[in-house]
């Protein structure tokens, strides 16, 4: 019987902010934020915690949450999805006061896999549309109609080579050869695509195709100090900066 009746509100109180400080915390690429929804703690196994604490000067309980994911859809969107989350709570006697901790043993990889799945299909169909709408005898196999999924998925959910695999199905190999050549021209550039240069009404489909070339190895994206713009060339070093976007 626990002896001091207010120990499991107070134990409920610090159990829900441990919780809600690590499910902030979560941190995984194609994840931009996470919240705690809601929590519900039987007020018996509360107290069978508090009990526990009072015997043993600890206790310990896996504990089920509803976890709010906001998952990355572009550049500045986000797509918000509910998480059923196991974490375990332990509770410590320190001196007159209790201390929580909380392990989160979830896996947030899958976790991604099964709140981006709803839209998947859909997005992947609407992206093969867009490029055999630039080129309609392109197949599927070629390396040019991978690089050009990879360029598209990546302004989808980010530009992380392990959320693009899973999301189309490319080998890993050859989405990090792309994200190489993305990278270094900084068309990917931290957890940015550089792409608003795709949605001109005018220079749209150009500035996407030059994008495309980098990502295949045919062209090279720097800074240029003198136009104070990116220009693309050759690796031959032959410049194309006539096609500046």
Not at 83 to 107: I, L
Not at 207 to 228: H, K, N, T
Request: a negative charge; proline letters at 3%.
């Amino acid at each position: 019987m626990v002896k001091k009746p207010m120990d499991s509100d107070k134990i409920h109180t610090l159990i829900e902010e441990a919780l809600s400080v690590t499910v902030q915390g979560v941190q995984l690429p194609g994840i931009a934020d996470a919240e705690l929804m809601s929590m519900a703690v039987p007020a018996g196994k509360v107290q069978h915690l508090a009990a526990q604490r009072e015997r043993q000067g600890y206790g310990k309980m896996r504990l089920s949450v509803e976890v709010e994911l906001f998952l990355r859809v572009s550049n500045t969107e986000v797509l918000s999805s509910i998480e059923c989350a196991d974490f375990v709570v332990s509770v410590k006697a320190h001196g007159q006061e209790f201390r929580v901790t909380v392990n989160d043993e979830n896996d947030w990889g899958l976790a991604w896999e099964r709140s981006i799945e709803p839209i998947r299909k859909a997005a992947l169909e609407g992206m093969r549309r867009d490029v055999w709408n630039m080129d309609e005898t392109l197949a599927e196999d070629s390396y040019t109609f991978q690089a050009a999924m990879v360029l598209l998925t990546s302004e989808l959910v980010g530009p992380y080579v392990d959320r693009i695999t899973t999301f189309v199905g490319c080998p890993l190999g050859l989405v990090q050869l792309i994200a190489a050549r993305l990278q270094d021209a900084k068309i990917w550039e931290g957890d940015e695509v550089r792409c608003e240069s795709w949605f001109n009404p005018e220079k749209g489909a150009m500035a996407f195709m030059l994008d495309l070339m980098v990502a295949e190895g045919e062209l090279i994206r720097s800074w240029s100090e003198e136009r104070e713009q990116y220009a693309y060339r050759e690796p031959d070093t032959k410049s194309l900066s006539q096609f500046v976007v």
